[in-house]
């Protein structure tokens, strides 16, 4: 129950209040603290902490416990690297609650008290003055203010308002004093609930999306090959104490271990690279969002505007100029006040043009008599009233000019904010002018948009102004498509229907950004007050600019830390090559742990003994791929247009190249068995030999979409490809941890290696151009 006329003067009772208090809590935004262990823990339940801790299991129950061991440290590398990037739901919720002011002046038994602004509750009474935050969601009892609520409607430019106008839970008061009654507090308010759909917004990144089914298609298919691996040794009667390691070396096999550390290794080194070109990951998956962004909804104010009041046009009636009409505004206008209209115009004026009238007096801006006005001299000596205010205002004083009536019109109908100027005597006023303001763009808007078409991502304007204002903006920007006013948004809405979406309020954002990701596009949110912070939580991508409030810089995914937005086509660019050398570990996994398994069932069948120990599997892992994490640094060329996980037809991919890798590795083995004769130990040295060079093969295959040799590789993958070949080679000719092979049969592989990879390259060229992968 609200405060009403009769208790206006009073207030509540302070037993009231208590029990208003007891039953609707604390005017506060609530505190959601996940424990730092419960966060740890999430980081070890996921498909590869599962199939990791499965194997450790294995290997306790086998009696491996150093093998165990090394994969216990993989897992825990894994989750370590993840455990630090999360965790931002706290910092948002925090920053939302500092903007509610520590207290406020409310009415209590009929005196003012300072209270905590926790304290309030529905019905108090409260007084807004000059400077102060509103507490929370008012409607105004007495009283004129200025008040400015651009933190949660966008609106770009502060509202006078008076009796019944309700306004919102930090907003904050430019000029006046007023009483007010509040109408809700805590989550209750608009303020609240924006901070209640920070807590809840969640999208679950592409990043995992992409890892779960890798994993998932490798389990499938692997676990397939697993069971006839087993079901083929059992059909050779071997003991169960050989069956079992050979079940776990085929469970190791089929894990992509290093797959979760690469996503962070390689956004860790695209957040360095964005970092020194001004843009600031909030989290790491942020990158590999914004490589597959296709939608970018922009806020208006702040964002694609200055956010600042501007004079944008003046017309002058007959017997007066342009310079003359902004001079007298000028005399009429507030110096030094918080006024932005005000502001707005005497930046616009030149001093020498204000300093040919002296001035008298200044009256400022009534929120009552609606304008304000000045007594000056001219050059000539002859006193002189000048009127600033609205047109029905200044009309009413000065009298009806059809031509200006037809100029403020025409201005208003373009969305701009319209003051008329009148001057003359003090009994005869005549309208000289109108003078027409708005917040212009940001210069390097238009361009913004422009480059982001070209990198295949439309762009969209989400504003809480009016329609008009906003196709003003949209225009000057560059930004075509139809507006859409209907609030609230119908729920099954399309990003290709509209290109401004006006009139919006948090909430609305909060569904448009969800209303877009069902429609299956990657969404990326622009904005920089609180009033965006539940949508940029929700998009893949949240971007706030550089003058954003610490909400929105909580909320946002990456923060731009310079002016001006090109940082948002810095982050694109650098996300999709982040992609690309994910997108080459990935598939380099696919083609790598097929094989593995595949050439495990071979093996069996073509030796009758397991090829491979879990101690060998283990070393092959640890070492090749965590080397293989150098692709991270790798030289790539990034897609001109947004790059999408194709996970199954990477998949396809994997296999086919896989089948191929496998008749290499087949006749190896076929040539070491029947040919040379090895015997079991010296056959597994084989073994590891030609999965670790035909793995090198299909590394330097997989980091191209196009031929191996259209490009150069990185330092740090050459590096890590000789570390990786010397040491299996110094370990397989040297006998250490395997049985020696001669080196002339390792230096046969090796060649072997290269032919290999010069004929898979042929069928990838072939498979990606058909599978559409890029």
């Not at 009403?4 to 208090?21: H, K, P, Q």
């Not at 003046?314 to 005000?342: K, N, V, W």
């Not at 001299?377 to 029905?392: S, T």
Request: aromatic share 6%; net charge neutral.
């Amino acid at each position: 129950m609200s405060a009403t006329a009769s208790d206006s003067a009073t207030g509540l009772t302070s037993d009231e209040a208590r029990r208003r208090l007891a039953a609707s809590g604390t005017n506060a935004v609530q505190d959601v603290v996940q424990h730092p262990i419960n966060r740890a823990l999430k980081k070890l339940w996921a498909p590869v902490p599962w199939m990791l801790e499965a194997a450790i299991l294995l290997q306790l129950a086998l009696g491996e416990y150093v093998e165990a061991s090394a994969i216990a440290f993989l897992l825990v590398f894994n989750a370590g690297l993840g455990f630090f990037q999360e965790g931002r739901a706290q910092a948002i919720l925090e920053a939302l609650k500092s903007r509610l002011p520590l207290n406020a002046s409310a009415r209590r038994d009929g005196v003012w008290k300072a209270l905590s602004a926790a304290e309030l509750v529905q019905g108090d009474v409260v007084k807004l003055s000059l400077g102060s935050v509103v507490p929370a969601d008012v409607r105004l009892i007495d009283g004129s203010v200025l008040v400015d609520q651009s933190m949660l409607t966008g609106e770009s430019v502060p509202i006078e308002a008076g009796p019944d106008f309700e306004t919102y839970a930090g907003a904050l008061i430019r000029r006046g004093e007023a009483v007010a009654a509040i109408v809700a507090t805590g989550a209750r308010t608009k303020f609240g609930r924006s901070a209640e759909l920070i807590r809840t917004a969640h999208v679950e990144s592409t990043e995992q999306k992409a890892i779960f089914r890798v994993v998932r298609n490798l389990a499938l298919f692997n676990g397939g090959v697993t069971i006839l691996l087993i079901v083929y040794a059992v059909h050779l009667a071997m003991p169960f104490a050989q069956i079992a390691p050979l079940a776990l070396v085929a469970v190791l096999a089929s894990i992509p271990v290093a797959l979760p550390a690469m996503f962070t290794l390689a956004a860790t080194v695209g957040a360095r690279a964005v970092a020194r070109r001004g843009v600031l990951p909030t989290r790491l998956s942020a990158l590999d969002e914004a490589a597959g962004m296709d939608v970018l909804c922009a806020d208006k104010t702040g964002t694609l505007t200055r956010n600042e009041l501007a004079v944008t046009a003046c017309h002058a009636l007959p017997g007066f100029d342009e310079a003359q009409i902004l001079a007298m505004a000028t005399l009429a206008s507030s110096d030094g006040g918080a006024d932005p209209l005000d502001a707005a115009i005497r930046a616009a004026s030149h001093p020498a043009d204000v300093a040919r009238w002296k001035l008298v007096t200044f009256t400022p801006f009534d929120p009552t008599r609606k304008m304000s006005e000045a007594a000056a001299i001219d050059a000539e000596g002859k006193p002189m009233r000048i009127v600033k205010g609205a047109f029905a205002v200044v009309a009413a004083i000065a009298g009806s000019s059809p031509p200006a009536a037809a100029m403020v019109e025409e201005l208003q109908a373009k969305g701009f904010r319209v003051l008329v100027v009148a001057v003359g005597s003090e009994e005869k006023l005549r309208i000289a002018g109108v003078i027409a303001l708005s917040d212009p763009p940001r210069e390097d808007s238009a361009a913004l948009i422009a480059q982001l078409k070209g990198l295949g991502v439309r762009t969209v304007m989400v504003t809480g102004d009016a329609p008009m204002t906003a196709r003003v903006v949209a225009d000057a920007v560059g930004i075509t498509g139809a507006i859409c006013g209907t609030v609230p948004l119908p729920r099954d809405i399309r990003a290709e229907e509209f290109g401004v979406f006006a009139g919006v309020l948090p909430e609305d954002k909060y569904a448009l950004v969800q209303a877009f990701q069902r429609g299956g596009h990657v969404v990326g949110m622009c904005g920089d007050g609180a009033n965006d912070a539940p949508a940029l939580r929700q998009a893949q991508m949240g971007i706030a600019v550089f003058t954003a409030t610490d909400v929105a810089k909580s909320a946002a995914g990456i923060v731009l830390t310079e002016p001006g937005l090109g940082g948002i086509v810095t982050a694109v660019q650098e996300g999709r090559t982040t992609f690309q050398r994910i997108l080459t570990y990935t598939f380099r996994s696919i083609v790598h742990k097929i094989v593995q398994v595949l050439f495990l069932l071979a093996g069996l069948v073509i030796s009758g003994t397991a090829v491979l120990t879990p101690l060998l599997m283990v070393l092959m892992m640890v070492a090749g791929d965590f080397f293989a994490l150098s692709s991270a640094t790798d030289n790539v060329r990034a897609s001109s247009h947004p790059n999408v996980w194709r996970i199954g037809n990477l998949t396809i991919a994997g296999i086919i190249l896989g089948v191929c890798d496998l008749v290499f590795c087949i006749a190896s083995l076929v040539v070491g068995r029947f040919v040379l004769a090895l015997e079991r130990d010296t056959l597994r040295t084989l073994t590891v030999i030609t999965l670790v060079y035909s793995g090198q093969a299909i590394f330097y295959v997989s980091r191209e979409r196009r031929h191996l040799w259209s490009s150069r590789p990185g330092s740090w993958l050459i590096a890590s490809s000789i570390l990786d070949i010397t040491l299996f080679s110094t370990l397989a000719t040297q006998g250490i941890l395997m049985a020696p092979l001669p080196a002339t049969i390792v230096a046969c592989v090796a060649g072997a290696a290269i032919v290999l990879a010069f004929c898979l390259d042929t069928v990838k060229v072939m498979l990606f151009r058909r599978l559409a992968i890029a």
